[in-house]
């Protein structure tokens, strides 16, 4: 099982940016795939999760309204399509799968259960 995560980068305040999380030697579709992040010298935290069963998607209240999760099945790929984005949104982020729970927002709060994790792609927005 893997996941890479790819698409970060440098982006001004107001700009938007498109992170992917390709999945290789499982079908994400089967399983919640959920997006993290990590900004310097801070915790991690959970940023969104889309769930196996009906697509049903969760935000934090941080990102509500300006990200957006999507899977693309036929590319065994789920996207963070990130708009509007702010300086307190710069951070490693890192795309996570778990095979057991469903997206909720326990699972967003207790990363450390996710089963498998990919490497993380930085995203810097300048003021």
């Known amino acids: 099982v893997q996941l890479q995560a790819s698409g970060g980068g440098l982006v001004q305040a107001g700009g938007s940016l498109r992170l992917s999380c390709a999945a290789r030697n499982f079908n994400s579709d089967y399983y919640t795939i959920g997006w993290f992040r990590q900004a310097p010298g801070k915790e991690r935290e959970g940023v969104t999760c889309?769930?196996?069963?009906?697509?049903?998607?969760l935000y934090a209240d941080s990102v509500k309204g300006r990200f957006t999760i999507s899977r693309d099945r036929a590319k065994n790929t789920v996207y963070l399509q990130m708009n509007s984005l702010k300086p307190e949104d710069t951070a490693v982020y890192y795309c996570a799968t778990d095979f057991e729970r469903d997206c909720s927002w326990p699972l967003l709060k207790y990363y450390s259960g996710m089963d498998y994790w990919g490497k993380g792609t930085l995203v810097t927005v300048s003021s």
């Open positions: 889309i769930g196996s069963r009906d697509g049903s998607a």
